[in-house]
């Protein structure tokens, strides 16, 4: 939406500046999918900070399964765990290196092979990780807890 759409469109201030970022808040699941299905890619650029390091938000294994290709730092959960692994299942950047993120970025836009290839491939390993899989790594995680 260009600056004098969203004016005249009564969109709030934020989108008046030309910004194409648009908070669309909590989403069904149709709604989600649609939106998965209607996306070339998936960003995630988390950074970690001294208090906090993204876990595993399933929002990487959501857009595998609907076939969108993942770029996402070594901050995010899902490329720290081996879901998204860098030119295999997606592509992968260093936490807070932006020209890393652009590179990645313009390497999946300027490559319909690469973006086929990572679709097909993050997909087939997203449905690895279904509920039987979630549990024997839960029950792995306690096993020390278990011990005492």
């Not at 679709?119 to 990780?129: D, K, P, V, W």
């Amino acid at each position: 939406v260009g600056a004098a759409d969203a004016h005249s469109a009564g969109q709030p201030e934020a989108r008046r500046g030309g910004s194409p970022v648009e908070a669309l808040g909590m989403l069904d699941p149709e709604a989600l999918r649609e939106l998965f299905a209607a996306a070339d890619a998936l960003m995630i650029p988390s950074e970690p900070t001294a208090a906090f390091r993204e876990p595993w938000g399933l929002v990487a294994n959501e857009a595998m399964l609907q076939g969108v290709p993942v770029i996402a730092t070594d901050a995010v959960g899902a490329a720290a765990g081996g879901l998204v692994r860098d030119g295999e299942t997606g592509l992968v950047a260093p936490a807070g290196d932006a020209g890393a993120l652009a590179s990645a970025i313009s390497r999946l836009a300027g490559s319909p092979e690469l973006r086929d290839r990572l679709s097909e491939r993050g997909r087939a390993e997203a449905l690895t990780y279904d509920f039987g899989a979630w549990a024997r790594a839960f029950s792995r995680a306690l096993e020390p807890a278990g011990t005492s």
